[in-house]
């Protein structure tokens, strides 16, 4: 639809969907909503919510929390293993891993992100409440202070892309709000030898993270979590 057409006059709307003959593939459907007003209501029942994948998603993903809450080391390496192809690698990245990343890191992406870290930075800093106090009277008053967690468990997506961008945007406010230790997650890459990939790495160095680790999925949160 140009910018000119009205929703009313031309709606369309692609789907992923299983057809009944073939339940186990999943396929674009249009549904062509043309020709009339539509309410919230009729919209929401007209597309299809996947309801049941989310819930087997959100199954599956308890399944292996607590696998690895259950089974530690051994259940993360099976899953590296069955998602992401990956065997004998190192959970916890070295630290030479991650000098050697960031050594052999592009200078123009190197510049990118240090740009982008110093404006992620100063963004996060305005943020920041300051403290605030509220006098009643002689003796009365009520103090307001925003206080950091001592530490937080990070993770970054990697399975089919890779997002620097998503290592900046964690960090950088966690730093910025106080929080003096900090463990990132990335999956282990098959086509780097089971290393996370090179670039999540330099841009965790170059940020001073030093407690990284080859995770990937919802066994990476239940590793930080338990």
């Known amino acids: 639809a140009t910018a000119r057409q009205s929703p009313e006059r031309r709606l369309r709307v692609a789907t992923l969907a299983a057809p009944p003959e073939y339940p186990g593939n999943t396929m674009i459907q249009t549904i062509d909503l043309t020709g009339r007003t539509h309410t919230t209501a009729e919209l929401l029942a007209a597309v299809p919510r996947a309801a049941a994948a989310a819930a087997e998603a959100s199954e599956a993903a308890a399944r292996i929390i607590a696998d690895v809450r259950a089974h530690g080391g051994e259940a993360l390496r099976e899953q590296a293993k069955r998602f992401d192809r990956v065997e004998g690698h190192e959970l916890r990245v070295p630290q030479s891993h991650i000098d050697e990343a960031v050594a052999g890191l592009d200078p123009r992406v190197r510049a990118a992100l240090e740009a982008v870290i110093v404006r992620v930075r100063e963004a996060s800093a305005a943020q920041v409440p300051p403290p605030a106090v509220t ?15 001592r530490r937080v468990g990070l993770y970054v997506p990697g399975g089919k892309a890779v997002y620097p961008s998503s290592v900046v945007m964690n960090v950088v406010p966690a730093q910025v709000a106080g929080v003096t230790s900090v463990a990132l997650t990335s999956p282990p890459q098959a086509n780097e030898g089971g290393r996370v ?12 993270v030093t407690e990284v680790y080859a995770l990937g999925g919802a066994g990476a949160i239940g590793a930080l979590a338990y």
Do not use: D, E, K
């Open 135 to 149: 006098t009643f009277g002689p003796g009365a008053r009520v103090i307001q202070r925003w206080q950091p967690v």
């Open 197 to 208: 990939h090179p670039t999540i790495l330099a841009a965790a160095g170059l940020l001073g």
